[in-house]
Every structure is written in structure tokens, then in C-alpha cells.
């Protein structure tokens, strides 16, 4: 069998206090038709990235729920993982497609791990493209197929989405985060609405008082009398950390005293972020007050947190951007947030309200100075912004889509509970 994780044990009941009473009834009563129920989710890793960090929490809470949900990786191989970052650039825009051999590979290595999979599930969740054509090997499986992308399809290399579209099409739903990222393709099953969610209650997300964060923070050399602004993300172009950089050193002319840090993990494997890594360490010219800091330098959910709660404003000035879950962090620990006008930013961000949508390094210095003008302004924004993702982007909310596809695609009666859906083919 693939190889299964290990995600602990969560407790529905603990949320109970910061979701709403109507919202964990609704979980109940939808979980209720779903006892006992198999549920897989498949992914390409358990370690890094959006997915891995949702399903340590998804899927312990659909256990508690009464669901028998499980979470198992498939194998890959250098080459495969080549193939696959092909298919995930290109399905993003990049024109270069995927060579026949790699599509061959492709094709093997989804057909070796589904080799290794049993067909005795309700319930089969496919993650991302890696291990989408699983669903080729189970052609009279009696689960139902769902496939969760995670990524923007607004506008894929089509020889790529082509190459998909058939397996995809064989799927009784698919999730995407937003409207916009649905593919204008024929051939693909119904498609639902729901964007991705944060655990309040994971070491990165729980409540972490001020002493506690400036303690924490204050170790990795920060002076914890002066004003900090943070940006938590990979070194990748599209997370743009060369422009926060222009945009901090426009902030001190004004703000003398004001500090960066640039928190981001890295792989050993990722050449391509290391490269990035020494072109923004280069870019910040040995400035004493940025401070570049990965998990190379044992930064871990914990110290996240610290360096969201401790910082004056949290920044995320994406150029391009699947969903943001470090704005969905930085505005549910009530901080003010200055973003990209990018991606799923523009669903979690309403600028002016809730935090600053910037389309500039220029426009970022300008937020930033103005939150640091005026901070108790600056603070009814981000209690706002707090109010919003505690309503739309925590993980309750998320389990309960689940719970009311799994009921619609069995045929039961979900009371009234809808999901947005954008059409069948
Ligand atoms: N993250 C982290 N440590 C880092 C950098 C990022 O834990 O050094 C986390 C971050 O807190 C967030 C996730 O990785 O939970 C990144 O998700 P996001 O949607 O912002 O961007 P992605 O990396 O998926 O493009």
C-alpha cells in the first residue's frame, strides 16, 4: 500500500469556540449521513506547501467528525518530479510543455502507485496534478472520484491541460479556490467553489501573546523596540522579496528605525530557490536591519507565528498568487496586511477595509508608512481582517464543504447547505 501518514488526533470541539454555533451544527448534522464513511486523500507530499499544511488538520477533524479518512503519498523519482513541476508551470501559463518521454514517465509512475492502492473507499480525493491520473487504473471503482486543484487554471498551456483532460473528465467533481481558476475547457466534471482554510489551533496559527512572540523573535536578533515589517514566504520570484526590499528602504527614509525580515523555507533540493535565495540575500547589500531567515536557521510554525505577531505590518507583495494562505495567517492574528492585488489575495483582501492591496513596491512603502503613522487606525483594519477569516477562512468552514459535496454525490439530503458550482459538462 502507499505509504500512510500519521496526521494525530484533532477534536471538532476545540473549534467550538471560534466558529459559530449554527456552523458546527451544520458539521454535525452533515456528518451524521456520513458515518463510518472511507475517505482517501491522495498527495504528491507530506512536507511543504499548501496541501501538506491543510491536510494535517482536514483530515484528523473528519475523523472526528465519524468519517474514516486517511491520507496516503504516492512515490516519485527525480524524473517524475521533473515531469510534474512541468505540468504545474505550464498548467499556470508557462508555454513549455511536457516532452513525450515525460509524459511517459508520467504516465508510469501514476500507474506503478495505483498499483499500490486498494479500491475499498467511499470517498477518492485527488490533490493537484501529480497523481491524477490514478483515477485510469479504477475504471468500474464504486467511490467517488473528486480531484482538488490547488493551483490557477486560468490560462494553461493547452497541449498540457489536453494531455489531462481525459482522466480529469472521468472524476465526478472538481474543486477549484476561486470562479477565475476554472479552465474554459470542455470535458471536465462538475466543478465546485471553495477556497483553502487555515487551523487556528496549529502552533502557527494559536494564540501567541506579545511577550511570548517579542521573546521569540528577539532570539533571532531582532530588536524588539523597534518596528518590524515581515514577509513569511518561499524565495520565488512571484512572492517578490527583491521588492519588499525597495519597498522597506523607502519606508526607512521616513522610519529610520524600522527592521525587514524576510522568513522563508527552503528545500535542499530546490536549486531554483537557492538561486533566488542568494539573489535576495546579494540584493539586501549586507543591511544590518533585513534579516533573511529560513528554516536552515530553525524556523518553524512556532517562530512563524512569532514573526507574524510581532510585526507591524505583515506584508505579501505577490505578483502572482494561487490563494495566500501567509495573508490568511497575518490578518487572522489581527495584523495589519499589505498585499499583492493578485490571485486569491483580491478574495481575502478588501482594500481600504480590511488591509492594503498594493500593485507597487512604491505602493507598499506607502501602506507601510501608513501604518506606521498611525497605528491604532492601522488596528481597525486588521480587527476587520481578523472578522473576516474567522467567518470564511478557517478550517470548520472548510470540513463542511466537504461534508456537503460528499452528501451531494451520494444523493442525500444536505437541509438546505449549498456550494457554489460552476457547471457540469
Ligand atoms: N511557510 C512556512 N515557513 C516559511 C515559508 C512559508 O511555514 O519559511 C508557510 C506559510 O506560513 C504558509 C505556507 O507555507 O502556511 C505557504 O502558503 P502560501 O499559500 O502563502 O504560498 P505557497 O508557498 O503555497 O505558494
Known amino acids: 500500500m502507499l505509504q500512510l501518514i500519521n496526521v494525530g488526533n484533532k477534536s471538532l470541539l476545540d473549534y467550538g469556540t471560534i466558529a459559530s454555533r449554527g456552523l458546527m451544527e451544520e458539521i454535525r448534522r452533515l456528518a451524521a449521513q ?210 519588499v526590499i525597495d519597498a522597506y528602504r523607502e519606508v526607512k527614509e521616513r522610519f529610520p528605525e524600522v527592521q525587514l525580515a524576510l522568513v522563508g523555507s527552503m528545500a535542499h533540493d530546490d536549486p531554483e530557490g537557492w538561486d533566488y535565495y542568494n539573489q535576495t540575500v546579494g540584493y539586501a547589500q549586507g543591511d544590518p536591519d533585513i534579516y533573511i531567515l529560513s528554516n536552515l536557521n530553525n524556523i518553524g510554525g512556532v517562530e512563524v507565528n512569532a514573526f507574524q505577531v510581532h510585526s507591524h505590518a505583515v506584508i505579501q507583495k505577490s505578483i502572482k498568487e494561487g490563494f495566500g494562505l501567509t495573508v490568511t495567517e497575518g490578518l487572522w492574528k489581527t495584523r495589519p496586511t499589505v498585499a499583492g492585488r493578485v490571485g486569491g489575495i483580491v478574495r481575502q483582501i478588501q482594500d481600504g477595509e480590511t488591509g492594503w492591496l498594493v500593485d507597487s513596491s512604491a505602493q507598499c512603502a506607502d501602506a507601510c508608512i501608513e501604518i506606521l503613522r498611525d497605528p491604532s487606525e492601522a488596528r481597525l483594519r486588521a480587527l476587520k481582517g481578523k472578522e473576516y477569516v474567522r467567518r470564511n477562512f478557517l478550517m470548520p468552514r472548510l470540513l463542511r464543504d466537504w461534508l456537503v459535496l460528499f452528501n451531494t454525490l451520494l444523493g442525500n439530503d444536505t437541509a438546505g447547505a449549498e456550494l457554489a458550482v460552476v457547471g457540469a459538462a
Open 34 to 243: 456520513l458515518e463510518g464513511k472511507r475517505v482517501l486523500h491522495l498527495s504528491a507530499t507530506a512536507f511543504g506547501g499548501g496541501v501538506a499544511e491543510i491536510l494535517y488538520a482536514l483530515v484528523p477533524l473528519m475523523r472526528d467528525a465519524g468519517l474514516d479518512a486517511e491520507w496516503r503519498i504516492i512515490r516519485g523519482a527525480d524524473e517524475f518530479f521533473a515531469a510534474t513541476k512541468t505540468i504545474h508551470n505550464a498548467l499556470q501559463g508557462s508555454p513549455q510543455g511536457l516532452t513525450p518521454d515525460q509524459e511517459q514517465v508520467y504516465r508510469r509512475f501514476n500507474e506503478e502507485n495505483a498499483q499500490d492502492l486498494e479500491d475499498d473507499y467511499d470517498f477518492v480525493i485527488v490533490h493537484d496534478p501529480q497523481p491524477a491520473f490514478t483515477i485510469e487504473r479504477f475504471p468500474s471503482s464504486p467511490a467517488r472520484w473528486i480531484w482538488r486543484c490547488h493551483i490557477d487554471l486560468s490560462t494553461p498551456n493547452q497541449s498540457v491541460l489536453d494531455f489531462l483532460l481525459p482522466a480529469l473528465g472521468r472524476y465526478d467533481a472538481a474543486i477549484f479556490h476561486m470562479n477565475e481558476y476554472v479552465p474554459a475547457a470542455a470535458g471536465l466534471p462538475p466543478s465546485y467553489i471553495w477556497p483553502p482554510a487555515i487551523d487556528p489551533l496549529t502552533p502557527k496559527n494559536m494564540a501567541l501573546s506579545a511577550e511570548d512572540a517579542a521573546y521569540i523573535v528577539d532570539q533571532f536578533g531582532i530588536d524588539v523596540e523597534r518596528p518590524l515589517l515581515t514577509q513569511v514566504s518561499r524565495f520565488d520570484p512571484w512572492k517578490d522579496p527583491l521588492g
